[in-house]
């Protein structure tokens, strides 16, 4: 039996966007699959009536749980959203390849398989979106997040190229670069730098800094900010290829596209004032 709300799939709905998301998209009328491994941390949602999900989305099976259930009781899926995701922060020179193989697997494998997954589906309905969770760290960037900005530039072109090839069925893939904005990323960010550290690091007054960094200016962006533009990429009649949460963070993009040497010199100034 096909259901006749809509249906969106969040993965990463434990905390931050995914978790604002999913309140939002239920408000909205629609049926909330959310997708975590912290289960405990949805319990909220769950008693709003959102289908909560233990999900890895490093882990196929679990993955093809969250869809197939999905599938099985609603018949339909509108929309997924590749949120989940995190940075493995650390000096290139240092961060294990064991740690930055995850680190794809997180942020841009997992999207991929999850995709596969919903798209024979979407193709035999028409319609449906996949909206991929990237940032504005897929063209501006910063010292120790080579890997994370590296798997969200990766994340980027491949939903522009899934976009291409199936828009012939009606379907779109779209990218959302969020801005700095309120939630654990930021906290997980530098632990993981501290943690990727070697004990006789060169590289440790380097983290200092980039800590100083991360956390020296307020964020005011909010989770349920970004959720309200996850709804509106979901939602628009003529959705486009990007979307941005504010004008500033289309101007970081635009200027680390069309100025490098100027992006760079903003970051050592910023940089060199933090290292005082
Ligand atoms: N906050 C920012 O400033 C910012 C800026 C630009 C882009 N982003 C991106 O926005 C997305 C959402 O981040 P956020 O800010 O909301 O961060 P967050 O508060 O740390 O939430 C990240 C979510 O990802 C989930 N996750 C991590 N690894 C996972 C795994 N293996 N399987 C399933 N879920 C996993 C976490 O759930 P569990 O740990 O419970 O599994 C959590 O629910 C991420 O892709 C992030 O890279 C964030």
């Known amino acids: ?15 931050g966007m995914g978790h604002e998301s999913a309140k939002y998209f239920y408000d909205h009328g629609w049926i909330v699959y959310a997708g975590a491994r912290r289960t405990q941390r949805m319990k909220d949602l769950q008693e709003l009536g959102i ?49 930055v193989k995850y680190q794809f ?68 893939s779209i990218v959302i670069q969020p801005g700095g904005t ?24 380097l983290v200092q800094v980039i800590k100083k960094v991360l956390t020296s200016h307020e964020i005011t962006t909010t989770s349920r900010d970004l959720a309200k533009v996850f709804y509106k990429a979901a939602t628009d009649a003529h959705p486009s290829r990007r979307y941005y949460r504010s004008l500033t963070d289309r101007i970081g993009v635009w200027i680390a596209r069309n100025h490098p040497s100027l992006w760079r010199f903003g970051m050592r100034t910023m940089m060199d004032r933090m290292s005082r």
């Open 182 to 205: 309120q939630s654990e990323w930021g906290e997980i960010a530098i632990q993981n730098a501290e943690k990727n550290l070697m004990a006789d690091s060169p590289y440790k007054k």
């Open 105 to 172: 697997d997180v942020n841009l494998f997992a999207a991929s398989e999850l995709s596969k997954l919903v798209l024979p589906l979407m193709r035999r309905q028409k319609f449906g979106r996949i909206i991929n969770v990237t940032s504005i760290g897929e063209n501006v960037y910063m010292p120790l997040g080579g890997w994370y900005h590296a798997t969200k530039a990766a994340l980027g072109i491949w939903s522009d190229v899934l976009d291409m090839e199936i828009r012939q069925f009606g379907l779109r």
């Open 51 to 99: 289908h909560t999900h233990r999900l890895d989305v490093t882990d196929n099976e679990s993955n093809k749980s969250f869809v197939e259930a999905a599938i099985k009781e609603q018949g339909r899926i509108d929309v997924l959203i590749n949120n989940a995701g995190y940075g493995e922060y650390g000096p290139l020179e240092e961060v294990s390849l064991e740690n």
């Open 1 to 15: 039996m096909t259901n006749e709300k809509k249906v969106v799939l969040i993965t990463g709905a434990s905390s």
